[in-house]
Each structure stands twice: as structure tokens, then as C-alpha cells.
């Protein structure tokens, strides 16, 4: 009996170990190589996706310095556009007083010449204006 039971037991050990054998070549193996696969690429997606994270904080500092230069620029541009625009316009005003000014200046010129002319033509007409207020009182 233990003989036939050792017949029996020595090909099923021998069936169980082979099977475990090619198990092992076929399934397990390649599934276990397969997992630590998969777990390698998504340690390495997960230190990318770490990585481009990083990149992105990077890219917004550098997004946010090139706003702040920017508005800066802009900002000395206008002040520079308003001095100008002001030197400009004060430069315009005080053209304009200077020629008013001189307009000014041939105005009085030109009314104190026809004052004279008035007052020559007036000088010129007093005997005859004393003649007719004397025969107009007269007159009366």
C-alpha cells in the first residue's frame, strides 16, 4: 500500500511541481513584471507631473515679472507722453500770450495814433464849432 500510495503521490508531485514550473514561466512571472511595470510608470508620471508643476509655478513667476516690467514700462511711457504734452501745451500758451502781446501792443499803438488824429481834427474844427455855438446862443 505504501508503495502504490508512493506511486500514486510521486507522478502528482511530479505534475504539481511542472505545473508550477510552467505557472510560474507562463502567469506569474510576466504578471509580476507587469506590476512593477504599471507601479514604475506612474512613480515616474507621478515625479513628472511634480516636476511640471513646479515648471508651471516657474512659468507664472516669470508670466508675472513680465506683467509687472510691462505696466512699469507702460507707465514711464505715459509719464514721459504727459511732460511732453505738457511742455508742449506750455509752450503753445505762452506763444500765444506773446503774440496777444504784440497784438495788444499794435492795438494801443494804432487807437492812440487815431486819439491824435481825432484830437488834431477836433483842434482844427473848434473855430467853427465856437462860431456856430456863438450864433446859436445868439439866436436865443
Known amino acids: 500500500m505504501l508503495d502504490m500510495y508512493l506511486t500514486l503521490m510521486l507522478p502528482t508531485a511530479v505534475i504539481f511541481l511542472a505545473l508550477l514550473f510552467i505557472l510560474n514561466k ?5 504578471l509580476l513584471d507587469f506590476i512593477d511595470n504599471r507601479s514604475a510608470l506612474i512613480k515616474k508620471d507621478l515625479e513628472n507631473a511634480t ?3 513646479a515648471d508651471t509655478s516657474i512659468y507664472y513667476e516669470e508670466a508675472d515679472k513680465i506683467i509687472l ?4 514700462k ?4 505715459r509719464a514721459d507722453i504727459l511732460a511732453k504734452a505738457k511742455i508742449d501745451s506750455e509752450n503753445k500758451i505762452k506763444e500765444k500770450k506773446n ?3 504784440v497784438e495788444y501792443i499794435e492795438f494801443t499803438k494804432a487807437l492812440e ?3 491824435k488824429e ?3 481834427a477836433l483842434n482844427g474844427q473848434l473855430p467853427l464849432y465856437k462860431e456856430a455855438i456863438k450864433a446859436k446862443l445868439s439866436k436865443i
Open 26 to 30: 507562463i502567469l506569474y512571472k510576466p
Open 51 to 53: 516636476k511640471n508643476s
Open 69 to 72: 516690467d510691462a505696466k512699469n
Open 74 to 77: 507702460a507707465a514711464k511711457e
Open 99 to 101: 503774440r496777444l502781446e
Open 113 to 115: 495814433k487815431e486819439k
Open 118 to 120: 481825432l484830437k488834431n
